[in-house]
């Protein structure tokens, strides 16, 4: 299928200025019309919007079909039930974690690639977990309540315990199938409940070779056109079974067509479009520049790691590739915050929204901000573990606060270590991934050179830490001395509580227990003196965008399932129309052989029998972040057209705001799905089931 050039570029030639104006206009008055903007949660819909741009109203049938079809992977990417028997299409590079558990020195299935052609050959993830919305409640009252009154700790605690005691009641016994989620909206506006249906064994079915799934690599990522198969099947199982979905989506194997309305539902992870400017100037002035020094070191470090030996680069993998993903991902926020019209337009949406207002809440959350920039660099490197980047180090911290948070009352603990939320932090913590040391020790020497450099040699924890030796020789002291990359032993250590950890003379529980305290120390300035006043303030904001706007506008991203809109259109780059679709037969004369542009022999081999001219990769207007990756698209049938994986290189700034011109999400064409695993992978048991009605 291969619409004619004519059809393929629909550009909307709004000016720069003006563009901005649309982009925030949803903030500042009427939404408008141009823009495709919005991540919108399932029981607020635009409708009207929707009616009006595209002729498609969806009824309620439509909608409960919808949420009940969409997947979220809970490590931080979506998915969706593709049949009755529990089959999850998501993409290949969500499921890593999973195939990285799975692999081996000996067997590869990270770049060999990975199809089970039966039920019994489908491989159990180390620690992956699906959950699936079921209800939405809105708590806000509750927790209104609880906090009424509160400032600073005191107003942190009460909320904590009080979202402890809704998520407990909501689990009830059943935390083994059943997640539930207290979920800030509108930036502490609206509080509302999510309770899912939670699988906690999921199997890897089906994923490509890393050359394949990620072809291109760096220089292709978040770029268009692409030509990748970043495409991956799980499976949902109940009680040893394949689980029985009562709704799921149906593939459309002609898939997307130019100008076709698509909808994208899934989990977008987190945006910052309605963050005051105080805040935006933090993060442009302080967050994102350490981070993105962080992350240009961290991949250096792995790149000098992988280069020592075949095996150390196959267990760097991964954690490159996220990490070249994340450095791109957060270079292009900062640029778009170094954007003088950007930001402009940011202080114009603001004064708007103040006008006639009491300033109290900004004024608040601006004098917050001075030790938000204080706290940054303390809290990046203690309570976020930075200074620590070892997996060992994280199985030491889990151990050491649990022992010390289930001693206490439910509503009185950390919110990660409450009742509600025990089955995936027991399912993590004991993941039988394994654990290499040289590379644990690599990563620790760097991340303990860091900290001592950030902190300076006089710290009293650097020195606690350190002491009188080097990072290498500490780390190499704690990966080699330690019995934690053992299952038993962590499990052993979990089950015995306090006295357990009291008694054990594991170094990473000596060292977690030694940076604990000044890293809650830390945690605690940060909600006291930052957190809780953004929070209250942050509630009184809304409250004024409540009443100038209503619910018109779309909350920013929370990990909660959103449906975007949007059609099939490329844009115009200087001047240059861009195509929304590739082909197949374009990945093998993009094929020079040599990474990252080196397809796999399996492929090489099925160029014959792949018919050429089936479309791969297309774009839309659809508004997606980060956490979106393995979202179905699908049409007002209901019906999977395509699978979103990426943006392009202009979608970057979405963070902050949405280009209707220039913005684009990136995704794979189901008749690619199809088309690969019935020509190249012989795999007709999954297409039949895809296929199945």
């Given at each position: ?27 500042l ?8 903007e ?18 498609f ?45 799975l ?87 609206q ?80 945006t ?8 935006l ?24 790691y ?9 267990q ?12 791109k ?6 640029q ?34 001075v ?13 976020q ?112 509580g ?31 003196e ?71 022999k ?52 979405g ?39």
């Open positions: 299928m291969a619409p004619a050039a004519s059809v393929f570029t629909r550009s909307r030639p709004v000016r720069a200025r003006q563009l901005l104006a649309v982009c925030i206009g949803g903030l008055g009427a939404p408008a019309v141009l823009a495709d919005g991540m919108w949660t399932l029981d607020n819909l635009p409708k009207t919007a929707l009616q009006s741009q595209y002729g109203a969806p009824d309620q049938a439509w909608i409960d079909h919808a949420m009940q079809a969409s997947v979220r992977l809970a490590g931080g990417c979506s998915g969706s039930f593709v049949s009755p028997d529990g089959l999850v299409l998501t993409n290949a590079h969500c499921v890593v974690g999973c195939v990285q558990g692999s081996s020195a000996e067997r590869d299935l990270q770049n060999d690639g990975f199809v089970a052609k039966a039920r019994e050959e489908e491989l159990q993830c180390p620690a992956e977990e699906l959950n699936v919305l079921r209800e939405i409640t809105d708590v806000s009252g509750r927790l209104a309540s609880a906090a009424a009154g509160k400032q600073g700790q005191a107003y942190v605690d009460a909320r904590n315990a009080e979202k402890s005691r809704i998520e407990s009641e909501c689990v009830g016994g059943d935390e083994a199938k059943t997640r539930c989620d207290v979920v800030e909206l509108y930036n502490g506006g509080q509302h409940l999510y309770r899912y249906d939670r699988y906690s064994d999921v199997r890897l079915v089906f994923s490509p070779e890393y050359s394949v799934g990620f072809f291109g690599g760096d220089p292709d990522n978040f770029n268009f056109p692409r030509y990748n198969l970043d495409a991956a099947l799980l499976r949902a199982y109940e009680d040893g079974k394949p689980a029985q979905v009562d709704h799921h989506f149906t593939i459309k194997p002609e898939g997307a067509e130019a100008g076709e309305l698509v909808m994208v539902t899934g989990h977008p992870g987190r910052q479009r309605q963050l005051t400017v105080a805040q100037e933090t993060v442009r002035d302080v967050s994102l520049i350490n981070t993105l020094l962080w992350l240009a070191e961290r991949r250096a470090m792995l790149g000098q992988g280069r020592s030996s075949e095996e150390a680069a196959r760097a993998q991964s954690d490159l590739t996220f990490t070249d993903n994340s450095y991902v957060v270079r292009g926020q900062l778009a915050l170094l954007d003088p019209q950007v930001f402009a337009g940011k202080r114009a949406e603001e004064a708007r929204l103040r006008e006639g207002v009491d300033a109290a809440p900004w004024n608040e959350v601006e004098a917050a901000q030790a938000a920039r204080q706290l940054a660099v303390p809290y990046m490197l203690l309570e573990g930075r200074g620590f980047d070892s997996r060992l180090f994280g199985i030491a911290r889990t151990l050491v606060r649990g022992a010390d948070e289930r001693a206490k009352p439910n509503e009185s603990r950390l919110p990660e270590y409450q009742e509600a939320g025990q089955g995936r932090l027991q399912q993590t913590l004991l993941s039988k991934a394994p654990v290499y040391p040289e590379y644990e020790i690599a990563k620790l020497t760097w991340s303990l050179t860091k900290f001592r450099e950030l902190l300076g040699t006089d710290d009293p924890l650097v020195k606690a830490v350190l002491g009188t030796q080097s990072p290498a020789q500490v780390a190499t002291a704690l990966v080699e001395g330690s019995n934690l990359a053992d299952v038993a032993e962590r499990e052993r250590l979990w089950n015995g306090a006295a357990a950890i009291e008694a054990s003379d594991d170094p990473f529980i000596r060292l977690a227990r030694i940076v604990d305290a000044p890293a809650r120390a830390v945690r605690k300035r940060q909600e006291s930052v957190s809780s006043i953004e929070s209250r303030a942050a509630t009184q904001i809304a409250k004024v965008r409540f009443d100038k706007l209503g619910t018109t506008v779309y909350p920013d991203a929370t990990f909660t399932l959103r449906l975007s809109y949007g059609d099939v259109a490329g844009w115009d780059e200087n001047g240059k129309p861009i195509e929304p679709f590739t082909t197949m037969g374009g990945v093998f004369a993009r094929n020079t052989g040599a990474e990252p542009y080196a397809l796999p399996r492929w090489l081999d099925a160029q014959g029998r792949i018919a050429q001219d089936t479309p791969f990769n297309f774009v839309s207007t659809n508004d997606i972040i980060g956490g979106n990756s393995g979202s179905p698209v699908i049409n007002r049938d209901a019906e999977v057209v395509g699978l979103a994986f990426d943006g392009n290189i202009h979608s970057l700034g963070n902050f705001w949405y280009d209707p011109r220039l913005n684009r999400t990136v995704s794979v064409h189901s008749a690619a799905i199809i088309e690969s695993l019935k020509s190249v992978y012989g795999a007709d048991a999954l297409v039949e089931e895809l296929l199945q009605k």
